[in-house]
């Protein structure tokens, strides 16, 4: 039987249950401890660590600046990510792609695929922007799996990631334009 895979988009801080919130933040850990370049560089975390930095990302919801897109499988969180924007008008035409991870369990099946061919279409058609822009930790491979949906690396810091001692990691700057 086919997984039925469907979005949700949270648009203030109301939309972010707590019942959405413990999914959100189960997946953080889980994404974050299995390694994932999701926004915590130094496994392990547990709720305690994520969920500040979660009710920080929810309390900054709006529909015009942050949103949390969110990808379900068979009714059950398979991923998220945060696409935000500047509304100062020299910055405003694009936004940013942040925190973007699919629960272990379900990678390979095209969730993050969707996930960005989704934020593709909301920045686009809901947003109104006319770019993307991330950041994404090199030496994970990451550069590559963005390459195949159409990002392009437009720039590098290197050695701006310090992991630990001897393993510094560059940043990857990718954008996605036109959307």
């Given at each position: 039987?086919?997984?039925?895979?469907?979005?949700?988009q949270?648009?203030?801080?109301?939309?972010?249950?707590?019942?959405?919130?413990?999914?959100?933040?189960?997946?953080?850990?889980?994404?974050?401890?299995?390694?994932?370049?999701?926004?915590?560089?130094?496994a392990?975390?547990?709720?305690?660590?994520?969920?500040?930095?979660?009710?920080?990302?929810?309390?900054?919801?709006?529909p015009?600046?942050?949103?949390?897109?969110?990808?379900?499988?068979?009714?059950?969180?398979?991923?998220?990510?945060?696409?935000?924007?500047?509304?100062?008008?020299?910055?405003?035409?694009?936004?940013?792609?942040?925190?973007?991870?699919?629960?272990?369990?379900?990678?390979?099946?095209?969730?993050?695929?969707?996930?960005?061919?989704?934020?593709?279409?909301?920045?686009?058609?809901?947003?109104?922007?006319?770019?993307?822009?991330?950041?994404?930790?090199?030496?994970?491979g990451?550069?590559?799996?963005?390459?195949?949906?159409?990002?392009?690396?437009?720039?590098?810091?290197?050695?701006?990631?310090?992991?630990?001692?001897?393993?510094?990691?560059?940043?990857?700057?990718?954008?996605?334009?036109?959307?």
């Amino acid at each position: 039987m086919a997984s039925v895979l469907a979005f949700q988009q949270l648009v203030s801080p109301d939309d972010a249950t707590p019942r959405l919130r413990r999914a959100l933040a189960a997946c953080w850990v889980e994404v974050t401890n299995a390694g994932g370049a999701a926004g915590f560089p130094f496994a392990p975390v547990d709720a305690a660590t994520v969920v500040p930095a979660l009710d920080r990302l929810a309390q900054s919801l709006s529909p015009d600046t942050s949103r949390l897109l969110l990808a379900s499988l068979d009714g059950e969180l398979a991923g998220w990510l945060n696409v935000r924007r500047d509304r100062f008008e020299l910055i405003a035409h694009w936004g940013t792609v942040h925190h973007v991870q699919t629960r272990t369990d379900v990678r390979g099946r095209g969730v993050g695929r969707a996930l960005l061919e989704e934020v593709r279409r909301v920045a686009k058609e809901e947003m109104g922007l006319e770019q993307l822009r991330l950041a994404a930790r090199g030496g994970a491979g990451l550069e590559d799996f963005y390459g195949r949906l159409g990002w392009r690396e437009v720039g590098r810091w290197p050695g701006a990631l310090w992991l630990a001692a001897g393993d510094d990691r560059d940043e990857i700057l990718m954008l996605l334009a036109p959307l």
